[in-house]
């Protein structure tokens, strides 16, 4: 954050001096006032924990494909101990997703829904209207895709230790929860993300123009990122977005080991 200047305007009159010289009446007095320097914000990794669920809504204004765009998209992240995750899209830009990854077998539906699921048995991917459709990828395209739009990817990326840097803001309530709010300063977040050696943080830094000051909670016992609320301009691979867009994420649990099942659709799956 650039430094703050202090401007005192003073419309006087002339002042004597011990000389006996009066003063040019003063206008204006300005000074240089350092901002507080980015610190480093400690916070605990999410990549490493098998269970959690956590929530991520993107909204967009910008181009799909050249198409002048506006929207949103909220995925939903559940994953547990059972090695099995699932990670349910909704949103006005559903469909712009569903034709980025699902090739010709997906792109005849505008679901309602989209729900990738990772389970021992393999990897589907759910649409839902009136029924469900349940559809075998015939490569890792969609859920490559879909990854990125992970909560715990996004939040584990947007809070490294690489680019986690700010001004604690103080200690506040979140939820019912005592967490520590920081402020993340932009150009600092694109200037360490492009220097990361992260292959994820860096691809992503590649694809921004710039970066806005991002609110980061940070649980105030467990050291994990409870949300994350920023913006971004540039260019977004899973929608094959230009322009502006805002994250917000927010980690609702952790260790609550919640089910994943397969719908009944899965039973007999197409495959493409």
Do not use: W
Not at 171 to 199: C, Q, W
Request: hydrophobic share 40%.
């Amino acid at each position: 954050m650039a430094a703050a200047v202090v401007c005192v305007s003073m419309v006087v009159g002339s002042v004597p001096t011990a000389a006996g010289y009066d003063l040019p009446p003063t206008t204006i007095m300005a000074f240089d006032q350092p901002a507080p320097s980015a610190a480093p914000i400690p916070v605990a990794s999410l990549a490493g924990l098998g269970s959690l669920d956590a929530t991520v809504t993107i909204t967009v204004d910008g181009t799909v494909d050249g198409k002048p765009t506006q929207g949103d998209l909220t995925a939903a992240l559940t994953t547990n101990d059972e090695g099995r995750s699932k990670v349910e899209v909704t949103g006005s830009l559903l469909g712009d997703v569903v034709a980025q990854v699902g090739g010709s077998a997906l792109n005849l539906f505008r679901p309602d829904r989209l729900s990738l699921y990772a389970v021992p048995e393999g990897t589907y991917a759910v649409l839902s209207s009136l029924l469900d459709m349940c559809v075998v990828p015939e490569d890792a395209t969609t859920a490559g895709a879909l990854d990125q739009l992970s909560p715990q990817r996004l939040l584990t990326t947007l809070t490294s230790g690489d680019v986690a840097r700010g001004t604690f803001l103080g200690d506040e309530t979140l939820n019912g929860m005592a967490v520590k709010h920081y402020l993340i300063d932009g150009d600092t977040f694109l200037t360490a993300a492009r220097a990361s050696s992260d292959p994820d943080l860096s691809a992503f830094a590649a694809s921004l123009r710039s970066v806005s000051d991002a609110d980061l909670y940070v649980a105030a016992d467990t050291g994990y990122p409870v949300a994350y609320r920023g913006g971004f301009s540039g260019t977004f691979e899973p929608l094959s977005f230009d322009g502006d867009l805002t994250v917000s994420a927010e980690l609702t649990s952790v260790g609550a080991n919640t089910p994943v099942t397969l719908p009944g659709a899965c039973d007999h799956p197409i495959s493409r």
